[in-house]
């Protein structure tokens, strides 16, 4: 990927390994969290639903048990699926979340052989870190070696060609529409063989 580490550019959560006892359900304090989540007041829950801003309401507050038809409306209008409503959210979990990046908003992180234009960078604690990279390097010699990091990496070219070096296999040219997805501790590197700058997605896991 990128000569500069990914973990420096957004923090990454770390459980702390504390075991947790499983704890029966409430459905309504389900449906409320999501709710909420997504800023809906409860007339506007019930609407996307379809549902009486009542028969929500007493869902909510445990007072009425919903029918199978009922649920599926909620899972509907809260665009997830049933078994979603009944399965609680892991530590740290937004629900709802999202982030638009324009093409002209992205933070920019300028090196000698890459200009990255950072996506989605809203998100604090994500589990994905996407880029948008101008590749200037022309051959191995731009770097000061391989780039290694954690996790499992994606790329994908948009314009141009590229040559993937990577440490345990041979060097692969890349051009518009093809897609490599490597182990991120392997070193790699990527130079542009085209005439102009290639330009590539990067996606990164972070562990």
Known sequence: MSDIDPKSLIRV???NGESTVAQPLDLGARV?????????????AANQAGLARSTLSKIENGQMSPTYDALKKLAVGLEISVPQLFTPPSKGQVNGRMAVTMADDATQKITTTYEHALLAEALTTKKMLPYRTRVRARNMEDFDGWVRHDGEEFLYVLT???RLFTEFYEAVDLK???????????????????????????VTSLV
């Open 160 to 162: 141009g060609q590229i």
């Open 176 to 202: 518009r529409g093809d897609c490599a997805y490597y182990d991120a501790a392997m070193g790699h590197n990527v130079v542009s063989i085209s005439a102009e700058d290639a330009t590539i997605l990067w």
């Open 13 to 15: 959560a770390h459980e």
């Open 32 to 44: 409320r969290e999501l709710r909420k989540a997504r800023d809906w007041t409860l007339e506007q």
